[in-house]
């Protein structure tokens, strides 16, 4: 149900999402980019919201369409989201759902690339993006309290995402497998564990709603 700004039991909290994939440019016409549609991040968001949570929504490229009642800041590459974030700080808490590009293009060229005739192929050199998480998990000034990241592995998935979280320093991690066959990436469902200081915890398979549902609430809780 939906609250008046000033109810809920996330009133008065400001609380940052990052939501959907980037965009790499190669050159004007093209990019790289990954399968992430948005659909967790912007159903977070959206719980958040319902809470009475204060929202800035930063957000890529996504599949679906955002929540409303957030501010929303709309951004394409890696870069444009570290600052985007940046610039919305402080946050009583952070939850960093972006599938952002590990990778971009070193020099993405600004007039179009063309074929030349031979045959000849372009040759793509990568540097490795910001990691926006990490950089403000690891804040000395300014972290937001409650910092979530997500993780999504294939193969020893709590091992890897156990690593992540110390890694990255973030509160909490949510972790997923997405292996071919489990149907999570751009499906309506989500299967996670919610890794904290205190352990693991494994939700039962459910609606990327509720998923959002449960993670606002426990987000209030903590806040509390
Ligand atoms: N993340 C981020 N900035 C990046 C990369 C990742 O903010 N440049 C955040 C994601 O939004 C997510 C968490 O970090 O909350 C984990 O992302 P993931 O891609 O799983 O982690 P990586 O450190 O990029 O490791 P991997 O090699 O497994 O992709
Ligand atoms: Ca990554």
Same mark, same amino acid.
């Given at each position: 149900a939906a609250l008046a700004a000033d109810e809920g039991p996330l009133a008065g909290r400001h609380v940052l999402v990052t939501s959907g994939p980037t965009h790499e440019p190669i050159d004007p016409v093209r990019y790289i980019a990954n399968r992430s549609s948005g659909a967790q991040g912007t159903a977070i968001a959206r719980a958040l919201v319902a809470q009475g949570a204060q929202v800035t929504f930063v957000t890529g490229p996504a599949?679906? @369409?955002p @929540?409303?009642?957030v501010r929303l800041v709309r951004v394409e590459?890696?870069?444009q989201m570290r600052d985007a974030v #940046?610039?919305?700080? @402080?946050a009583d808490a952070a939850v960093f759902a972006a599938a952002v590009a590990d990778w971009r293009v070193a020099q993405a060229a600004t007039s179009k690339m063309k074929k030349d005739g031979s045959g000849r192929l372009p040759q793509l050199s990568f540097t490795e993006n910001p990691d926006i998480l990490a950089a403000v998990a690891q804040r000395s000034v300014g972290r937001p309290r409650l910092v979530i990241g997500f993780a999504a592995e294939t193969d020893d998935v709590l091992a890897h995402a156990t690593a992540k979280r110390l890694r990255k320093g973030c509160d909490w991690i949510v972790a997923n497998d997405v292996s071919p066959g489990t149907g999570i990436m751009g499906g309506r469902e989500n299967a996670v564990t919610l890794i904290t200081a205190?352990?693991? #915890?494994?939700w039962p398979r459910?609606?990327?709603d509720q998923v959002a549902e449960r993670l606002a609430t426990r987000i209030a809780e903590a806040l509390r």
């Open positions: 599949a679906v @369409p @929540p409303t009642g590459t890696a870069i #940046e610039a919305a700080l @402080p205190a352990g693991a #915890e494994t459910m609606g990327k």
